[in-house]
């Protein structure tokens, strides 16, 4: 494999000092580019862009081409592995992804067992290896999945809630079964991520996009137990590097010296909690990923750039920050104010530095 060009966004995780500060976003291969509903419209639907490695790949690079990010993101989506353990994932029109067979029953729930990576989710590693050979070392490749507490949401609930109702009664009146879920949930979460690790991903990401709905008890027994579970089973080495870890509970600003203590290399924050203070909490255990409001996008080009600058001035200089937004970007985001983004991170940081 050939070495990286650009390693700026490997190194900031393991809080390595950078020229500047690096930059990708969340969900940044999505509909806001046009290239992307372009791709997205010849594959038919969102299923099957996921599960096309050549296309899968393509709007990988895509936001590559637009702007000087520091890093790619594998497009894959986080329900692929409950898909894998058959709940036949589904996305109705306007709806968002839905299970046809939802766990619902003792017998389901204790049937569950974890998906070889490379049998049913071969097509992600698949992407992975083809997007790895597509950059031909000019940027990392980061890798994903949902965590385990998040992807058990979708699994009880069927789809997206406003409530975790059904998933929340079952971790409070038979918490046997919500953790047997979890157990095996962590355990294909493991697999999954080390075989992306295997096929040529160089970081990865634990998505906990509905930690931050739990009170602190459940968080910590339901989904921070888990996340531990998962960054200890992850392979920490590969092709003599090191492989970092990133883990993100939106909402997790509360807890957040705790997900410092898990073992991951960095924690994102999402843009309630100020990234100065949050440095300040766990001073240089992690590294720190974050952690602009994705709404700041949606207004002029010198609120943008204002409020980007903001964001570096509360981090400081210190090593162990990679900007993002503090969720995914929005697939109304005018992609100009992105350019303004990506290119105030990259000069202010660097004034920072200088400035010493």
């Keep these: 494999m050939s070495r990286l060009k650009n390693d700026t966004f490997l190194r900031a995780l393991l809080r390595q000092p950078t020229e500047y500060t690096p930059v990708w976003l969340m969900r ?5 580019l046009p290239e992307y509903c372009e791709t997205r419209r010849r594959a038919g639907n969102f299923l099957n862009l996921c599960k096309s490695p050549a296309m899968a790949c393509e709007v990988t690079l895509q936001p590559l081409a637009r702007y000087d990010l520091d890093a790619a993101i594998l497009f894959s989506d986080i329900l692929t592995v409950p898909d894998a353990m058959g709940l036949g994932l589904y996305f109705a029109e306007g709806e968002g992804p839905r299970f046809e067979r939802p766990l619902k029953d003792e017998w389901e729930i204790r049937n569950l067992t974890a998906p070889d990576p490379h049998a049913e989710l071969q097509y992600v590693m698949d992407a992975v290896s083809e997007i790895r050979r597509a950059l031909d070392g000019s940027v990392p490749l980061i890798g994903f999945s949902g965590s385990p507490w998040t992807l058990a949401c979708y699994m009880v609930e069927g ?7 059904k998933v929340k009664s079952l971790a409070y009146s038979r918490p046997d079964l919500m953790h047997h879920i979890l157990e095996v949930t962590a355990q294909a979460v493991v ?14 990401m634990v998505f906990d996009s509905w930690g931050g709905v739990l009170s602190e008890a ?22 003599g590097q090191r492989v970092p870890s990133i883990v993100f509970t939106k909402g997790g600003g509360l807890w957040l010296e705790s997900i410092a203590a898990i073992g991951c290399d960095a924690v994102g924050l999402d843009w309630t909690m100020d990234i100065g203070r949050a440095r300040a909490l766990v001073g240089d255990k992690v590294a720190l990923q974050g952690n602009l409001d994705p709404n700041v996008l949606f207004a002029p080009p010198e609120a943008v750039a204002t409020e980007t600058r903001r964001v570096l001035d509360a ?4 090593s162990g920050h990679v900007f993002n937004l503090g969720h995914g970007i929005s697939q109304y985001t005018p992609p100009d104010n992105v350019s303004v983004l990506v290119d105030t991170v990259h000069a202010y940081s660097r004034e920072i530095r200088a400035r010493g």
């Design 191 to 204: 697999k999954y991520l080390n075989a992306q690790i295997e096929a040529g991903a160089q970081a990865v």
């Design 28 to 32: 940044q291969a999505g509909r806001y």
């Design 218 to 239: 459940a968080y910590r027994e339901f989904s921070l137990r888990y996340l531990e579970q998962v960054v200890a089973g992850l392979i920490r080495e590969r092709e």
């Design 159 to 165: 789809g997206s809630s406003d409530d975790y109702r």
């Design 315 to 318: 981090f400081g200089n210190h």
